[in-house]
């Protein structure tokens, strides 16, 4: 499965933006899914994640209320909007795949893709 995130920016305090990640093979339907962010000099930190149906999902406490993952089995796409946007969540933000039994550790993830930037001015 080879991912690509994309729709980060710059944006100010407050504001929204939303991020997709496309995944080509048909495999994408089998696998949960999560986005991951890391900031400079910190370790990457889990975000959200989606069960293979869409029907469960899982929010890092940070970001709960404020952040939507959601998926489209379909078009092979998962999506995370993130409003009320503040400078902590600055960071490179990436897609990830994974199977079994859906985790928010990276190590559970084994496909990655290339992050996209999010920065949030105070």
Sequence with gaps: VQLQASGGGLVQTGDSLRLSCAASARAFGTNYMGWFRQAPGKEREFVAAISRSGAST???DS?????????DNAKNTVDLQMNSL???DTGVYSCAAGSGVISTLPISYRNWGHGTQVTVSS
């Excluded at 970001?63 to 998926?71: A, L, N």
């Design 86 to 88: 503040k400078p902590e």
């Design 63 to 71: 970001v709960k209320g404020r952040f939507t993952i959601s998926r």
């Design 58 to 60: 899982w929010y890092a």
